[in-house]
């Protein structure tokens, strides 16, 4: 029987992927390159949340140990999106989130061995009924948007990686806004080097304009900094596959978004619908397949 914690992190866990909805969108909506999006979302997602008093309070009680492995998740969350974002300017709205319902098959694989628990034969067979939808979902796809699709899987392995990082790492005293800034801010230091080495200064730090900025704005404070504490509090009582599992009604939200708002759907055709439909059903049937 399910317990009322994780009852509330399961619909904890909901909303922020209701949230994370409109990351697509707003990654459409501002202009910035790929590389200076995300340094710029997880600088201001930094500073902003460093003026929490908590967040110092909770950084003099880490040890070094600690700060290892948040800043590798910092890393990998960094890389997330960085392959999502390019995945959006490579492609659209609509094919970014439709690949990262694919983080559950990932989740499935690499979940237990990051965390070191056993298998579960239920959670393949989830993660492989998926798979005719990735494959009716990229024949549904323009061939030069096709590139955007590579990107977007990349995306939710890393999202999942992350996830089975996090869950391996999790202290149950940890304070959320901690973790949160210690993975953003050393993953920030992290893509910002690597966007320098390999685009350059120019093309990587380009400063946002007015209207970027205020998208950015946005991006950071409802999209990213309150889902990111709310996941974390989540995983405490809920399994990465789940949680990878209910990220995969993402696309129903940013696709239906996408629709309104940019008229993805005449870049599309019904076969890439169909795809993402199949694997969206995942969600819907897992409660029989996990029950079993």
Not at 42 to 56: G, H, K, S, Y
Not at 83 to 93: P, T, V
Not at 162 to 182: C, E, Y
Request: glycine letters at 8%.
């Amino acid at each position: 029987m399910v317990d009322h914690a994780e009852r509330s992190a399961f619909w904890q866990l909901q909303f922020c992927v209701f949230l994370w909805g409109f990351t697509a969108i707003l990654g459409r909506l501002i202009t910035l390159p790929a590389t200076a999006l995300v340094i710029w979302r997880m600088a201001l997602a930094t500073a902003l949340i460093a003026l929490l008093p908590r967040v110092w309070r909770g950084l003099r009680g880490l040890d070094r140990r600690t700060l290892r492995h948040h800043a590798v998740a910092g890393c990998v969350i960094g890389l997330h999106w960085l392959a999502f974002y390019g995945s959006i300017k490579l492609s659209n709205a609509s094919v970014a989130v439709a690949c990262l319902a694919l983080g559950s098959v990932f989740a499935a694989i690499l979940e237990p061995m990051v965390t070191g628990r056993p298998h579960d034969r239920s959670e393949l067979v989830l993660g492989l009924i998926a798979l005719p939808g990735v494959w009716l979902l990229v024949g549904g796809v323009p061939l030069e948007m096709r590139s955007g699709i590579v990107a977007g899987i990349a995306a939710a392995a890393l999202s999942a990686l992350f996830g089975s990082l996090n869950k391996r790492n999790l202290d149950p005293h940890a304070d959320p806004a901690t973790v949160t800034t210690i993975q953003i801010g050393l993953g920030t230091i992290f893509i910002t080097v690597l966007g320098v080495a390999v685009f350059g200064v120019e093309t990587a730090l380009i400063p946002p304009s007015a209207s970027d900025f205020a998208w950015l704005l946005v991006l950071v404070v409802v999209c990213t900094l309150l889902p990111f504490m709310l996941w974390l509090r989540a995983l405490h009582h809920v399994s990465v596959f789940t949680t990878q599992l209910s990220l995969n009604l993402e696309p129903v939200y940013a696709i239906a978004l996408a629709a309104l708002l940019f008229q993805e759907y005449t870049d599309l055709t019904i076969t890439f619908y169909v795809g993402v439909l199949i694997i969206i059903s995942t969600v819907f049937i897992q409660p029989k397949i996990l029950k079993r």
